[in-house]
């Protein structure tokens, strides 16, 4: 079994898969959690709540693994920017986003050209199972990434990975959808839309984001997603109803 970028070597134990990491590996993590850190140190001291997700929080990295930083509430977007300029961070770009017209709209900021290191804001409450979804494919807090301290989760191709001192466990979701939200701490109901999401995904392909809006200089994301509001009948339901 050849994995992909980071050269972890794998076993197969009944119906697991035990993966070890190399050295590189582990160092490409720590490089990874070490940039998660310091972006959430400039939103800690600023009074925000962060935390990041994915294979850095699971632990399964690649060369293709980016920082995702995650503000779980709804709060001004122009604090988060300043917080994150005064910490000599430069935002680079910056766009809203809405998966479907019954998902929160997110405001996204890049910090870096190469798109591989983000925070993401909601721009209207989270639903509850629109928070699960982070814990669906792994979360850790600041005070888990410094103590390094890694979580399991699942990838977009419905592997569980359930962290090891050597590296991690994989094993397949589908058809285990009880017992791995029992695992995660999640509701079978987010085990099994993302089952249903991502089958269909393999099946037909991506279908795209039913928002993305650039927010160009001197805008900020409030100013633009009120705009948008104004001209779109779905997107204002979806900001009644969150209200």
Known sequence: MKRRGSGAKPSRTSDKVSVVYPTAHWARLDSLRDRAVHVINALTAWSQTALTHGSVARGDVDDKSDVDVLIPSNVNTQIVEAALENAGFTIFSREIAQATPSHSPKAHIQLDAEQTTSVTIPLTPFRSLELEFYAFGGKVTLPELKGKIRNPGCTKRLVLIEPTPEGHFESPVVGRESEVARLLGVSVAIVTER????????????????????????????????????????LRRTLRTRS
Not at 209 to 233: H, K
């Open 195 to 234: 089952v249903r999401v991502l089958t269909r995904r393999d099946t037909v392909g991506r279908t795209g984001m039913y928002l993305r809006i650039p927010v160009r200089d001197g805008q900020s994301f409030e100013e633009v997603l009120q705009t948008r509001v104004d001209s779109d009948p779905a």
